[in-house]
């Protein structure tokens, strides 16, 4: 199947502080795919560069070098005017429901507002915040409501609902459940897959948690030092890990038996040693 974003030999470079600094290298050579409809899992520490990716992808982090192409059209080095058509088809979910939406807008405003923007008139504009409600199990009278009037979970379903406003091919979601706790991010996670399954929305997903990412990735890709070290199916990616890196990060989950965490505790020690310079690993 033809790819929907292509990421090839990406570069993100940020300049070093001083006079005489080296730049930072954020990316060093990323390369990845996404089929239309698929979820691919970008997996890694803080640091790892997965964020970094994500913000070039957005047009939101300069590209020094390499490219990014989205349906067929390289959208890596575009100005700022440039991208403005490709809101319609790349969206982003951040992290924090809480400060991702303006407060002193009610949720119908918030919704309606990128509808408007392309031009939609006002009363199609409110017919469509209803049916997005409908679409993340809100209420209707949530249109009528402030931000602060939600809990966590459900104002990360009123972010959802705006990025899919614009009906977007791809969704960029950035750590969006990790502020959430444990239930409501099951939930949270279960209406992505729901909304991937009727509409046919490719996500990249981002996060440092591979038991979230296995829940929703068709496939997985494990960051290291801004490099991709491990690319393979989600279940094989998380069951039968390759790379010592991976490894390390599935024993980082905490476990409810002491002993059993200290004999993890041990492991991602003794797997600390074999880490040097990243080496990819690709699974089929």
């Known amino acids: 199947m033809t790819s929907l974003l292509k990421v090839r030999d990406l570069i993100v470079e940020y300049p070093g502080r001083g006079l005489r600094a080296r ?3 954020a ?9 239309p409809g698929e979820s691919l899992g970008l997996v890694g520490e803080s640091g790892s560069g997965k964020t970094t ?18 349906d067929g059209r390289e959208i890596g080095h575009l100005s700022h005017r440039a991208r403005r058509p490709l809101a319609s088809e790349i969206q982003v979910v951040f992290q924090d429901p809480y400060s991702s939406l303006n407060p002193s807008l009610t949720v119908a405003q918030i919704l309606a507002e990128p509808l408007m923007a392309r031009g939609v008139a006002a009363k199609e504009a409110s017919r469509r915040v209803g049916d997005l409600l409908e679409r993340v199990a809100l209420p209707s009278d949530a249109a009528r409501r402030l931000p602060r009037e939600f809990s966590g979970g459900q104002r990360q379903r009123i972010a959802i609902a ?9 969704v960029v979601c950035d750590e969006p459940v990790s502020a959430l706790d444990l239930s409501t991010q099951a939930r949270v996670l279960d209406l992505l897959v729901e909304v991937q399954e009727r509409t046919g929305v490719a996500y990249l997903f ?8 296995r829940h929703i990735s068709h496939r997985v890709s494990v ?3 801004g490099e991709i070290v491990e690319t393979g199916d989600g279940e094989q990616v998380t069951a039968r890990p390759v790379h ?11 476990v409810a038996d002491p002993r059993a965490q200290a004999e993890r505790r041990a492991a991602r020690h003794s797997l600390r040693e074999s880490i040097t310079a990243p080496s990819t690993a690709v699974m089929s």
């Not at 990316?27 to 089929?35: Q, Y």
């Not at 010592?244 to 905490?254: K, M």
């Open 53 to 70: 990716l994500g913000r070039a992808v957005l047009g939101l982090a300069p590209v020094t070098s390499g490219e990014i192409v989205f």
């Open 23 to 25: 730049p930072f290298r």
């Open 162 to 170: 705006r990025a899919l406003a614009l009906d977007p091919r791809l």
């Open 27 to 35: 990316l060093a050579g990323v390369s990845l795919d996404i089929r």
């Open 206 to 213: 981002i996060s440092h948690d591979l038991a979230v990412v």
């Open 244 to 254: 010592p890196y991976t490894q390390r990060l599935l024993l980082a989950a905490p």
């Open 223 to 225: 960051m290291y030092r």
